[in-house]
């Protein structure tokens, strides 16, 4: 398995994280809407369970984090991100939780067993071959308690030309309209544009069952933005 970038290949691995969190959350579409599905999920079927044991695959500055950990605060969380900036500003804001923090390549590194509950959110799309995503898939299936499951959320393409081409072209609009100023956008875009590696949404939901995952749902769609839960 191999990611396609580096952290310094990233303008934002060099940013303020209250840079990044406006960036990433006016850049993403359906940013909000996708992270209130994901409350949903830890509310609905983790908040009566203890001992939780919670893996995070690009943790970022803790955005997704935090708003687990405000439902689940007595978790095990471990979170993994390639960025040391990024992990800088996830310490600032995870401080209160019990979080041990992993500066490395998820696609490198071995992943604790038995986790109740993996997360990656808009990240796995920087693994360089649909082979890599699927191996990673596999990893993270392993990784993860008999009763466990996987929140998935990130950046697809589709199997349909014309559906792909229209969502892309969606995707474009919101970071035109959405950006906080020039700058942005033109790093955005060039991210977008180069630096992202998609996979069809259909593909991926029929790899995730491929490696055994028995119930695959997609929660949440729009444009190039999706949501998958994934129960083991």
Not at 81 to 108: C, H, I, K, P
Request: hydrophobic share 35%; net charge negative.
């Amino acid at each position: 398995m191999a990611t396609n970038v580096k952290p310094d290949e990233l303008n934002y691995d060099h940013y303020e994280t209250q840079k990044y969190d406006d960036d990433i959350v006016r850049s993403i579409p359906g940013h909000e809407e996708l992270h209130k599905h994901i409350d949903q999920i830890v509310q609905r079927d983790y908040s009566s369970k203890d001992r939780l044991k919670i893996l995070e695959l690009g943790v970022g500055t803790g955005l997704t984090a935090e708003r687990i950990l405000r439902k689940l605060p007595s978790a095990e969380y471990t979170a993994v991100d390639f960025s040391e900036q990024m992990l800088a500003g996830a310490r600032r804001r995870l401080s209160q939780y019990n979080v041990t923090f992993v500066n490395g390549d998820y696609s490198q590194i071995d992943f604790l067993n038995d986790n109740d509950l993996v997360v990656s959110v808009v990240g796995i799309h920087h693994q360089k071959t649909n082979k890599d995503k699927k191996s990673l898939f596999q990893k993270i299936y392993h990784s993860i308690a008999e009763d466990g499951s996987f929140i998935f959320g990130d950046l697809v393409t589709y199997r349909d030309p014309t559906e792909a081409a229209l969502n892309e072209a969606k995707h474009f609009h919101h970071l035109v309209e959405n950006a906080q100023d020039e700058e942005s956008l033109r790093e955005w875009a060039h991210h977008h544009k180069f630096l992202n590696k998609l996979a069809p949404l259909e593909n991926q939901v029929k790899w995730l069952r491929e490696v055994d995952f028995t119930e695959v749902t997609v929660l949440y769609q729009k444009f190039n933005t999706t949501l998958i839960y994934a129960r083991k």
